[in-house]
């Protein structure tokens, strides 16, 4: 599990003065009309393939965050967490996993949700927000491992009524880390001289301009010591574990699916199928129920177009990169 990570902030220093556009540019117009209508055609493809999709599984309409949404028959629901634990919006974020289980709490033909995880964790404070939805979600909740389940991921995991693993599952991981970047040795070969002006000696502690002093380096250790004691609690509590027991296995290593069900980390090696029908035994079935995927409403297209400062609108996608390609042309950054 990581701390959000503290990087050297990069200043340039000096405007560059704008230079009269120079002739025989045309090709940049056309190089951004391109990518205007690949941006069309992908929106088009992108709506087909949901439209299909929609057609191909009635229960993928559950995904939108429409209120009429219903499903007919006892059902679980399955959440991915393919990813990163961060602060994006999907179902690897706090806000993300929250929308989908409350989607499912309030669905009662939703009887149980298992989690598909498949990552290498990420930052703590997600991961810490996660595993209270988790833990406080009323219906049983069954972790589905597939390569990956360590570190806030496994933290998350944990929480849940029973966790399978493939044999050759990565989990566990129990352990924080906190990087510090020192680029200062850099700076000096480059000639490079980096003055901060802090309001405390310690306020650029981590900027990556000069090395940490000792203080510093021992109150940051007292930070990771403090959040892995509670990564470490929050196991124990979750599997029902000594906190002693799973001290001793907080090495941040990973353990084989194989040994997370000996040591106690995991409860039994089991396929994606077998994950469904405890989720439907725990929910008191005595065979398998089927499945609706939940998914997050975020679109990596979209996002995209967020960061281009362009609206989900083709026709504003196609201004946007005009503008883009522009301001690159006049100050001379396409050629």
């Avoid at 992908?42 to 995904?63: D, K, R």
């Avoid at 196991?235 to 090495?251: F, H, W």
């Amino acid at each position: 599990m990581e701390t959000e990570n503290r990087n050297p902030y990069n200043e340039q220093y000096g405007v560059q003065q704008p230079v009269k556009a120079k002739s025989g540019k045309g090709w940049i117009v056309g190089i951004v009309v391109a990518l205007a209508i690949m941006v069309v055609c992908i929106v088009s493809v992108v709506s087909c393939s949901a439209a299909i999709g929609t057609i191909a599984n009635p229960f993928s309409s559950l995904a939108s965050s429409s209120p009429t949404v219903s499903i007919n028959s006892p059902s679980v629901a399955v959440i991915d967490i393919d990813g990163t634990i961060q602060y994006d919006g999907t179902s690897c974020s706090p806000e993300g996993l929250k929308d989908m289980l409350d989607r499912a709490a309030e669905n009662n033909n939703i009887k149980a949700v298992v989690l598909r995880v498949n990552s290498g964790g990420g930052v703590a404070t997600a991961g810490e927000e996660m595993t209270e939805y988790v833990k406080n979600f009323e219906k049983p909740i069954v972790v589905s491992s597939a390569a990956t389940n360590a570190s806030a991921a496994y933290e998350i995991s944990s929480q849940a009524d029973y966790i399978f693993v493939d044999k050759t599952t990565a989990i566990g991981s129990i352990g924080v880390i906190m990087q510090v970047t020192d680029l200062s040795g850099l700076y000096d070969k480059l000639g490079i001289n980096i003055d901060n002006i802090t309001s405390a000696n310690s306020k650029d502690a981590g900027g990556g301009s000069r090395p940490l002093t000792e203080e510093e380096r021992n109150w940051y250790q007292s930070m990771v010591d403090q959040i892995n004691d509670l990564f470490i609690q929050t196991v124990a509590d979750g599997r029902n574990m000594d906190e002693d027991e799973v001290r001793s296995l907080a090495t941040g290593l990973l353990f084989t699916g194989v040994d997370a069900v000996e040591n106690g980390l995991a409860d039994e090696i089991g396929l994606f199928e077998d994950a469904i029908s405890k989720a439907s035994e725990l929910a008191g079935f005595d065979h398998e129920l089927p499945t609706v995927s939940l998914e997050s409403d975020t679109s990596d297209l979209m996002e995209l177009l967020d960061m281009l400062g362009a609206s989900e609108k083709s026709n504003d996608s196609a201004v946007a990169l005009r503008a883009i390609a522009d301001r690159l042309e006049v100050n001379g950054a396409l050629g």
